[in-house]
């Protein structure tokens, strides 16, 4: 069983940046590849980026590619996401998640966490 608890939401101007972090406990953290996803109100949840248990290997959602970076840190049991060039519609509740690396692609999660929030204001 992993849990997973997100930090690093809050109010950002458009253009602006935010990192957020994800930090897991009760397993072994390499086990797993790790993946961002996001709801925004009155949408359905999208994948955002995912990356390898090594690190090798991310995937990006075609809206925050080149704006946004997955990384991750097995020696913190930690994956970020850096969010630059922010946008109004970049407004979320993001979460993180972990799962098989294909399956996060899919936009399959076998566990996630409770999210934190991203207000982008213009």
């Known amino acids: 069983q992993v849990q997973l608890a997100e930090s690093g939401g809050g109010l950002v101007q458009a253009g602006g940046s935010l990192r957020l972090s994800c930090a897991a406990s009760?397993?072994?953290?390499?086990?797993?590849?790790m993946g961002w996803f996001r709801q925004a109100p009155g949408k359905e949840r999208e994948f955002v980026a995912a990356i390898s248990w090594s690190g090798d290997y991310t995937y990006y959602a075609d809206s925050v590619k080149g704006r946004f970076t997955i990384s991750r840190d097995n020696a913190k049991d930690t994956v970020y996401l850096q969010m630059n060039s922010l946008k109004r519609e970049d407004t979320a509740v993001y979460y993180c998640?972990?799962?098989?690396?294909?399956?996060?692609?899919?936009?399959?999660?076998?566990?996630w966490g409770k999210g934190t929030l991203v207000t982008v204001s213009s």
């Open positions: 998640a972990a799962d098989d690396f294909v399956d996060l692609t899919h936009g399959e999660g076998d566990y």
């Open positions: 009760g397993a072994t953290f390499s086990n797993y590849a």
